[in-house]
């Protein structure tokens, strides 16, 4: 009965990633159009590590990796590589994860922003030789921050009461109701 458990929340988190990695890919970048939007992938992964564990954000940063690598130019692996360690490192604060606690998922996603943003920048430094680093901290950088944390309130929320409601219809499942 445990395995069936897992398997039911590894595909229902599949199919979230792959839903919100079509919505970041397609519909925001029309939306906001400047240059930045926020990193919908990275909110996600940043919360399922915090919420679940490191193992749990670590898969899912290699899957969210995987589709953003397919779509991206650059060497093939830098957006996984850059989601594991995000998923792996908000993963260590799981001791701290209480149900309505945002103060620490807000600092963890300001974290996770600024390593995505500061590693594109590296690669980007690294491939062209040069980067124009003021322009990409005003213009780039610290709205996707602004807007991603704003973001995030909401998107947290949603995660949190879809964990929640998972959860309690996995419990009422084992309970013996006759």
């Known amino acids: 009965m445990k395995i069936t458990k897992v398997i039911k929340r590894v595909l229902i988190d599949f199919l979230l990633i792959t839903g919100i990695y079509l919505l970041q890919t397609s519909f925001l970048p029309f939306l906001f159009g400047s240059g930045f939007c926020p990193n919908l992938l990275l909110i996600l992964i940043s919360a399922m590590g915090f919420i679940y564990g490191s193992f749990t954000g670590m898969l899912s940063g290699l899957y969210a990796g995987l589709l953003m690598d397919s779509s991206a130019s650059g060497p093939f692996g830098y957006y996984m590589l850059i989601f594991v360690v995000i998923g792996y490192v908000n993963g260590l604060f799981t001791a701290f ?49 602004f807007f991603s944390l704003l973001i ?27």
């Open 97 to 145: 994860y209480y149900d309505d606690y945002l103060t620490l998922p807000m600092i963890l996603c300001v974290i996770s922003e600024l390593i995505y943003n500061a590693s594109l920048i590296f690669l980007k430094f690294i491939s062209t030789g040069n980067v124009d680093l003021s322009y990409s901290i005003k213009k780039i950088v610290l709205p996707e921050i």
């Open 152 to 178: 995030t309130l909401l998107l947290y929320r949603v995660i949190l009461h879809f964990n929640r409601a998972l959860d309690y219809k996995e419990d009422k499942r084992g309970q013996n109701v006759a």
